[in-house]
T-cell receptor, first 115, second 112 residues
Framework: DAGVTQSPTHLIKTRGQQVTLRCSPK?????VSWYQQALGQGPQFIFQ???????QRGNFPDRFSGHQFPNYSSELNVNALLLGDSALYLC??????????????FGSGTRLTVV | DAKTTQPTSMDCAEGRAANLPCNHS???????VYWYRQIHSQGPQYIIH???NNETNEMASLIITEDRKSSTLILPHATLRDTAVYYC?????????????FGTGTRLTIIP
């Protein structure tokens, strides 16, 4: 049973560029959430997608945007990259109506380095 | 902001029980206590959660005080593979997906 798959695993970008990160949820899950984890910190919630719509959003600028596809997979896009965007980006999938019971399943993340 | 307070780091001898405390003095009546852990270079992994009764599963036990203002995660026989950052999270368990608000967690090191 495949868990959450994220790609790529590592990425190096230059300031001002744009980046797209991808996530395939665990089989049977319909909701995808994205988190940013800076070095030495806990993950911070970016946003959540369900039924191809953004349902919740954390305190992140509009440079961060996302999309969910009919097969439940998701993309995270970051425009005009800043050095401070360097972090581990985590994708978590869940079942919308059962999140309080099953918890989330996280992927191993994409390590983004902005130079 | 995270609604929990945890020690920054702890050590535990291999084979002994690891007891990780968490304070959540402002917890509301409908909020659950969740524990996740993050092993180096991996995403967080769900461990256990509870409301007010003590809970046990194949990974750990969760002891919640009667006033629900604090809890303890117990790993009964710690192994080297339990070395990780452990996060205690308070979260409503209503329908729909409530986000997880992580603090900085406790870095647990298992000593051989």
């Amino acid at each position: 049973d495949a868990g959450v798959t994220q790609s790529p695993t590592h990425l190096i970008k230059t300031r001002g560029q744009q980046v797209t990160l991808r996530c395939s949820p665990k089989s049977g899950h319909d909701t995808v959430s994205w988190y940013q984890q800076a070095l030495g910190q806990g993950p911070q919630f970016i946003f959540q997608y369900y039924e191809e719509e953004e349902r919740q959003r954390g305190n992140f600028p509009d440079r961060f945007s996302g999309h969910q596809f009919p097969n439940y997979s998701s993309e995270l896009n970051v425009n005009a990259l800043l050095l401070g965007d360097s972090a581990l980006y985590l994708c978590a999938s869940s079942l919308f109506q059962a999140a309080g019971i099953d918890g989330y399943t996280f992927g191993s993340g994409t390590r983004l380095t902005v130079v | 902001d995270a609604k929990t307070t945890q020690p920054t780091s702890m050590d535990c001898a291999e084979g002994r029980a690891a007891n990780l405390p968490c304070n959540h003095s402002t917890i509301s009546g409908n909020e659950y206590v969740y524990w996740y852990r993050q092993i180096h270079s991996q995403g967080p992994q769900y461990i256990i959660h509870g409301l007010k009764n003590n809970e046990t599963n194949e990974m750990a036990s969760l002891i919640i005080t009667e006033d629900r203002k604090s809890s303890t995660l117990i790993l009964p026989h710690a192994t080297l593979r339990d070395t990780a950052v452990y996060y205690c999270i308070v979260r409503p368990a209503n329908f729909g997906n409530e986000k997880l608000t992580f603090g900085t967690g406790t870095r647990l090191t298992i000593i051989p």
